[in-house]
């Protein structure tokens, strides 16, 4: 069964052709990527997906239900969550405050529970923070939940995004370039995570510019070139395409 399906998806910028009548479907529980030159269309799709950006015309579907167009808020609330290429955390807040954010969209206390601190309002927030503290627990970085999240390195900061975005509950979690300032080590150890992320019965959509990360932990793969996708398969089917291989792998001379 398609836990997202993509259909025929435009979106233009003045003169420019973005994303050219785009569709695919991402299986459920499955982790697929979606790859292909720099200004290929790619983030613009994820951007379609989540609220964003609103297509000129097509449709995007989650679980047999359209959510063309709906306000970002709305598409968390249904159980989709993104991190994003340029990361956009709360620099001056602490690890566990930028998680913390994460969970507001589970979080029922009105304001007037939250002004007069009603019981039910102390106990979400414990359940909030035991919550953020278990998605911190999850990417490595619980120990650090005091810490400035300006202070952590660029690749314990891409964590925190993920355990962020884990934080709102998703049963769909789409990864802007993920590895993007990670070392060799950081990078094997992403491929755990996200594997184990589906193991939370979590679907996975990545756009990765690192082809050993997409080879090895998608198990289907979506290419992109100039708004358009020009292939989708296997890693084994991707990796011999000439299409591709022309686009965006490269061939010898």
Same mark, same amino acid.
């Given at each position: ?26 299986? /459920? ?23 964003? $950006? ?86 490595? %970085? /619980? ?10 390195? $660029?690749?314990?900061?891409?964590? %925190? ?27 094997? /150890? ?57 686009? $965006?792998?490269?061939?010898? /001379?």
């Amino acid at each position: 069964m398609s836990a997202l399906s993509l259909r025929n998806l435009l979106k233009t910028f003045g003169g420019l052709v973005a994303v050219a009548n785009v569709s695919f479907e991402v299986e /459920d529980l499955s982790i697929v990527g979606l790859i292909g030159p720099n200004g290929a269309g790619k983030t613009t799709v994820f951007n379609m997906i989540t609220g964003n $950006y609103r297509p000129d015309s097509g449709d995007v579907i989650f679980n047999r239900r359209a959510i063309t167009g709906m306000p970002t808020h709305e598409i968390v609330s249904l159980g989709i969550a993104r991190t994003f290429q340029n990361i956009r955390l709360f620099q001056n807040m602490t690890v566990l405050e930028n998680v913390l954010a994460g969970c507001h969209c589970r979080m029922k206390a009105g304001l007037f529970s939250s002004m007069f601190r009603f019981p039910r309002q102390r106990r979400e927030e414990r359940h909030a923070v035991e919550q953020a503290m278990r998605e911190l627990a999850f990417v490595g %970085l /619980d120990r650090q939940y005091n810490n400035l999240a300006g202070n952590l390195s $660029y690749g314990n900061q891409r964590l %925190l995004e993920i355990a962020r975005a884990l934080a709102s509950q998703p049963r769909f979690l789409i990864l802007d370039e993920p590895a993007g300032g990670m070392n060799d080590q950081e990078t094997e /150890d992403l491929m755990g995570l996200i594997r184990n992320i589906r193991g939370r019965d979590i679907t996975v959509l990545l756009i990765e510019h690192d082809m050993n990360l997409v080879m090895r932990v998608c198990e289907k793969i979506v290419v992109l070139e100039y708004g358009a996708v020009i292939a989708e398969g296997t890693p084994a089917q991707i990796k011999t395409n000439p299409l591709v291989i022309e686009a $965006y792998l490269g061939v010898e /001379d």
